[in-house]
């Protein structure tokens, strides 16, 4: 027969699977800072028993996590188990012994004499390492609360992260890195995980809709994830101007600067550029600056240009932004584009394939919000027209004035086909035909040229009107006359501005020019 202690061997086995489980569905970073301290100290009563650390363990986790590992400990355990006991580990409890009662959000602590003398072999093992000797475990940011003004901080931190709420998406899981931000996100990274430390301030500049501040959002979450009690503030130049003018007209202004220089850990400000020009703030903005700089506070700051490039900023504001670390971010390559767009689906449940994603990376080119925008119009536009995201709905919402024109009577493609044969004396058929000759083939091309730079159609569409001919046979097309444009060719000049206004008689005929 099994001893009791073989018996819990093979539990405690269990409860690893389920923390391998669990381990998949977070980063690497939260899962080593809150769950690998946890220690399984049996099932009871339909009650799962777990060792933590410290109180906050069971704060922090409980309310993100509780469903979830009940329902995978009822999976793996195959029994049916009601609710999670979080027992703090045995030095911790007499100190909250002296303390007196703990929250009521404290599931239960049993008492010290908790260790039954037959989970006591395991459970040794099983007791968190102490996170000083343990080298896996990552250095926390901020102290782990333990002491009355740790509770504080607590309350502290809360109630600024309700005030300065962070974008719960923009998150480190959820921004690509490529070789355009990885400098940033490296920067970002170390930041969060060291905060105060190396890279203070940390400096932040790109052209908008880069990924500015979502990278300071994860910075903001990395933070508050591995330290609930850190306090930070996420604001912008915008928002601290504003509040530091009503805090002076309320007569508030000790207020807000204990607020900002001595209850933060953590001050994050998006936008700094906004400061420029603005005196009293700026002054105001310098003293906080110093406080917290000089108590090893991160400071967190993004700009679209570099600090020596912001007009109207005191030079005593831009020698302190480049005492730390600059970084900038720029525009992304196609690769990364595409897997901007891909993580953007996954995230929203679109169903994009890799031609779709390759074919609006490759128009959308400097901005990821605009990257963002074309894949959630299309999205909607698929929905509304029940139809699935395909290169002809991308096309056609890349090129809204497809639909426009069509409706305000713009030249079909038949009236295309036939201005064309009949400026190069070509009947229709003959110009939509199989010839490959010269005197057809290049009025052919000019034809299909004209059609995706003034009609805007796609190159499949086109490729069916001219005789049905594939998608790259058009894209060749195009190139071959836009590069013949390109070399100022006055044939093929001559020909496309006669054409042009025959369709267009109100436009001027340089009014449009080149492939877009
Ligand atoms: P900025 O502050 O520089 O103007 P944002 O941070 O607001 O830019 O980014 C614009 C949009 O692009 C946001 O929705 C953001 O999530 C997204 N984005 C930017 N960079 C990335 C990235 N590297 N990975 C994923 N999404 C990104
Ligand atoms: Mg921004």
Redesign the pocket.
């Known amino acids: 027969m099994p001893s009791s202690a073989d018996n819990f061997s093979c539990m405690n086995a269990t409860w690893e699977k389920v923390l391998a489980e669990l381990r998949k569905r977070m980063s690497e970073h939260t899962f080593t800072a809150w769950f690998e301290p946890l220690g399984f100290l049996g099932i009871e009563n339909s009650v799962l028993r777990i060792s933590i650390p410290h109180r906050f363990f069971a704060d922090w986790i409980a309310p993100r996590y509780s469903s979830e590992i009940l329902s995978l400990a009822c999976n793996f355990f195959s029994l049916p188990i009601e609710r999670i006991e979080w027992v703090v580990a045995q030095e911790k409890v007499q100190e909250h012994q002296e303390k007196g009662p703990l929250p009521p959000s404290f599931e239960s602590v049993t008492s010290p004499g908790w260790i039954s003398s037959t989970t006591e072999g395991v459970l040794r093992r099983l007791t968190p390492k102490s996170r000083a000797s343990d080298p896996r475990t990552p250095e926390l940011p901020f102290t782990h609360p333990t002491t009355h003004s740790e509770s504080a901080r607590l309350e502290e931190a809360t109630q600024l992260a309700a005030r300065y709420r962070l974008h719960p ?2 998150r480190f899981e ?5 070789l355009s ?1 990885q400098l940033a ?1 490296a920067a970002a990274l170390a930041a969060s995980e060291r905060p105060g430390k190396r890279y203070n301030p940390l400096f932040i500049y ?10 300071i ?1 994860a910075i903001g979450h990395h933070i508050r994830d591995r330290d609930p009690c850190a306090r930070v503030i996420y604001t912008s130049a915008e928002r601290f101007t504003s509040e530091f003018i009503s805090a002076l007209q309320q007569r508030r202004i000790d207020e807000f600067r204990a607020r900002y220089r001595s209850r933060c850990d953590v001050l994050i400000v ?2 700094v550029q906004f400061l420029a020009g603005r005196e009293q703030t700026q002054e105001e903005f310098f003293h906080t600056f110093n406080a917290l700089y000089h108590a090893d506070k991160q400071i967190v700051l ?1 700009s679209d240009l570099p600090p020596h490039q912001i007009q109207a900023l005191e030079e005593r504001l831009v020698s302190r932004f480049q005492w730390g670390i600059a970084a900038d ?1 720029q525009p ?1 390559e196609l690769d ?1 584009r595409m ?2 767009l891909k ?2 689906a996954e995230l929203e449940g679109i169903a994009l394939s890799e031609e779709v994603a390759f074919y609006i990376a490759e128009r959308v080119q400097s ?3 605009e ?2 925008g074309t894949l959630l119009r299309l999205a909607m536009q698929a929905d509304l027209q029940k139809r699935p995201i395909d290169l002809a709905l991308a096309d056609f919402v890349l090129n809204p004035r497809n639909k426009e024109e069509k409706e305000r009577g713009e030249p079909s493609i038949d009236a295309l086909i036939a201005a064309v044969a009949s400026h190069f004396g070509l009947r229709r058929d003959e110009l939509i035909g199989e010839s490959r000759h010269r005197g057809v083939a290049i009025p052919r091309m000019v034809g299909m040229y004209l059609a995706r730079s003034e009609l805007h159609l796609s190159y499949g569409e086109i490729g069916k009107s001219f005789g049905g001919r594939d998608h790259s046979t058009v894209l060749n097309a195009c190139r071959r006359i836009a590069g013949l444009l390109e070399q100022g060719n006055p044939q093929i000049q001559l020909a496309i501005n006669a054409i042009r206004s025959t369709l267009f008689p109100d436009k001027s005929p340089s009014a449009s020019q080149g492939e877009s």
């Open positions: 998406r923009y959820n921004f690509v890195v490529g931000n996100h790109a052209k908008v809709g880069l990924g500015k501040t979502h990278l959002n998006d936008d993004t971010i992304p990364t897997a901007i993580k953007k901005n990821i919000r990257l963002e």
